[in-house]
């Protein structure tokens, strides 16, 4: 994903390696009781103490930060302009549109082709694959669309990151809907 610089004055977003760094400094600084023969056990279990206290520390950061991005996904969906949104709504929305967020996608989108290819052997996925295989020019063009230089708007990338990651996707769930549909409304709703 996209780096978390603040480019938006006063806006904090939670850093998972930051917020773990000075627990990891910590577990390094108990290593070097491993230099005293009394200390070396203290000194191991000090530093696997914070080495696990860093792990849950930044896990938890990571769990704020993607409970920011779902609700600032939300307010994308209904602001799709954003420009009067706060700046944790501009900042997602950057984050979206950048390269590094519109290549993961295309790579998603060609792991869903592939996995609706009828010469590969049925699996555990829950893809709809004969429904897939019969858009797969529609998720070509979604596929095309992510990796062309041509801007793309916030809003159509959250509505094409729940098409491709989310159960009730009409590319996973019989009762969701019609795939073609939701797709024309992905590639629609991507144009600036």
């Known amino acids: 994903m996209a780096t978390h610089a603040n480019r938006f004055g ?23 009781l491993e230099a005293d023969p009394h200390l070396r056990l203290a000194g ?32 994308i969906l209904v602001d799709a302009h954003g420009a009067e949104g706060s700046d944790i709504v501009r900042w997602r929305m950057l984050e979206l549109v950048a390269p590094d967020s519109r290549q993961g ?28 295989r019969r858009h797969r020019e529609l998720l070509r063009r979604l596929e095309e669309r992510m990796l062309d230089d041509r801007p793309v708007t916030a809003r159509g990338v959250v509505l094409l990151r729940r098409l491709l990651r989310e159960p009730g996707s009409p590319l996973y769930d019989d009762h969701a809907g019609d795939l073609s549909r939701a797709i024309t409304t992905v590639l629609a709703e991507l144009q600036p």
Do not use: I, K, Y
């Open 44 to 75: 191991v279990a000090a530093a696997a103490c914070f080495v696990f206290a860093a792990v849950v520390r930044a896990e938890r950061a990571q769990t704020e930060l993607r409970a920011v991005r779902r609700t600032a996904d939300r307010l």
């Open 10 to 32: 006063t806006l904090e977003l939670p850093r998972p390696g930051r917020a773990a760094l000075p627990l990891v400094a910590l577990a390094v600084v108990a290593l070097f």
């Open 105 to 132: 996608l295309a790579r998603e989108l060609e792991r869903t082709l592939r996995g609706s290819d009828p010469a590969r052997l049925p699996s555990a996925s829950p893809l709809r694959r004969g429904l897939a």
